[in-house]
């Protein structure tokens, strides 16, 4: 059974960052699928941050481009997304995603999904 499991979430001060990470498990090798991270607010579509495709690739929604970086970790199965510069608008619940194939853009949908993880950023 895959099951992603997203972690780092939390409260913080706007201008600040953080590292949210996606633990992964049921699958042969995270590597072999394109994966991604996602947002979603109440009353609001979900919105599709970055992806990162099997070849290393990575594509980030142009709204979002500059202050968010997707990453694999080199040994463990572990996502990782860095949101810099964070706002009040970015608070959201932040999920990470695998598809079905080796690479994707943001804007496609993934077929497994974490339960997401609380990003609050007030002052």
């Known amino acids: 059974q895959v099951q992603l499991v997203e972690s780092g979430g939390g409260l913080v001060q706007p201008g600040g960052s953080l590292r949210l990470s996606c633990e992964v498990s049921g699958l042969r090798r995270l590597d072999y699928y394109a994966s991604g991270w996602f947002r979603q607010t109440p009353g609001k579509e979900r919105e599709g941050i970055a992806t990162i495709s099997v070849n290393g690739r990575t594509f980030y929604a142009d709204s979002m481009k500059g202050r968010v970086n997707i990453s694999r970790d080199h040994d463990e199965p572990i996502l990782y997304l860095e949101i810099n510069n964070l706002e009040p608008s970015d608070t959201a619940v932040y999920y990470c995603?695998?598809?079905?194939?080796?690479?994707?853009?943001?804007?496609?949908?993934?077929?497994?999904w974490g339960q997401g993880t609380q990003v609050t950023v007030s002052s």
């Open positions: 995603a695998v598809f079905d194939y080796p690479a994707a853009t943001p804007d496609q949908t993934p077929i497994y």
